[in-house]
C-alpha cells in the first residue's frame, strides 16, 4: 500500500473527528487574533472618549464659574494674597510691616537682620522652610520700649501686618527687646498653575480668609 492510500484511510477513518478540530482551531484564532484585539482597542477607545468627556465636563463647569466672578475683585484678592505671602523674599515689605508695627506699638526699632538661605525648591541648600513646608525668612530685630507692654504690642501688631509672619523668641531687658520672628513666602510654581484647568467658587473659610487677611492690610 503506498503513502497515498494509508493517508486516505487515515483521512476516512479519522474525517468525523478532523472537521471539528479544524473549526476550534480556527475558532481559537479568530478569538484571540481577531475578535479580542478588537475589543480591547474598542475599550480603550471608549475610555479615552470618557476622559475627554470629563475634561470637557471640568472646562465648562471652570469657564461658568470664572464668567460669573467679578474681575475687579479676582484681582483685588490676587494682589491682597501676594501681599500676605510674596512669591519671594521681599526685604522691603519685611521692614515696611516691622516699621508699621514699631510706630504702631510707639516702640523705637533699632535694627534688623535677615538670615539668608537658600533658593526655595534646590536641594542642599540653606533654604528653611516652616514645619508645614512653607518658605520663610528669619528676622531678628531689636527695639527700645518704655515698657514691657508696649514690646507685647510691637509683637502683637507685626503679626497682625502683612506679610504673614510668626513670632519665635523674644528676649526682653530692660528697655531694649530682640525679637526673633520669621516671614513666610511661597514661590508661583507656572508648570502647576498651568496644569490647573479646574476653576471652583471661594468656599466660606475661603472668604473668611480673606476678610482677615483684609483687616490685617493696613
Known amino acids: 500500500m503506498n503513502s497515498n492510500s494509508e493517508l486516505q484511510l487515515l483521512y476516512l477513518k479519522y474525517k468525523k473527528s478532523l472537521l471539528p478540530l479544524i473549526f476550534i482551531s480556527l475558532s481559537f484564532f479568530m ?18 472618549i470618557s476622559d475627554k468627556t470629563l475634561e470637557v465636563v471640568t472646562l465648562e463647569k471652570s469657564l461658568s464659574t470664572i464668567e460669573t466672578q467679578n474681575v475687579t475683585t479676582i484681582n483685588d484678592n490676587f494682589e491682597l494674597t501676594n501681599r500676605a505671602l510674596p512669591t519671594s523674599k521681599d526685604v522691603a515689605i519685611i521692614f515696611t510691616a516691622l516699621a508699621s508695627a514699631a510706630s504702631d506699638a510707639q516702640v523705637d526699632l533699632k535694627e534688623f537682620s535677615i538670615k539668608v538661605g537658600g533658593v526655595f525648591g534646590k536641594t542642599g541648600g540653606a533654604s528653611s522652610t516652616s514645619s508645614f513646608g512653607t518658605p520663610k525668612v528669619d528676622v531678628e530685630t531689636r527695639i527700645s520700649s518704655i515698657d514691657g507692654e508696649n514690646t507685647y504690642q510691637f509683637v502683637k501688631k ?29 514661590p508661583a510654581d507656572l508648570t502647576l498653575l498651568l496644569k490647573q484647568d479646574n476653576v471652583k467658587e471661594l468656599t466660606k473659610s475661603d472668604v473668611a480668609l480673606l476678610e482677615q487677611l483684609k483687616s490685617w492690610d493696613q
Open 31 to 48: 478569538l484571540f487574533r481577531i475578535v479580542l484585539p478588537q475589543i480591547s482597542s474598542i475599550s480603550e477607545s471608549n475610555q479615552a
Open 158 to 186: 507685626v503679626q497682625e501686618k502683612l506679610p504673614l509672619s510668626e513670632i519665635k523668641n523674644i528676649d526682653s531687658t530692660g528697655a531694649l527687646a530682640t525679637v526673633v520672628l520669621s516671614f513666610f513666602y511661597k
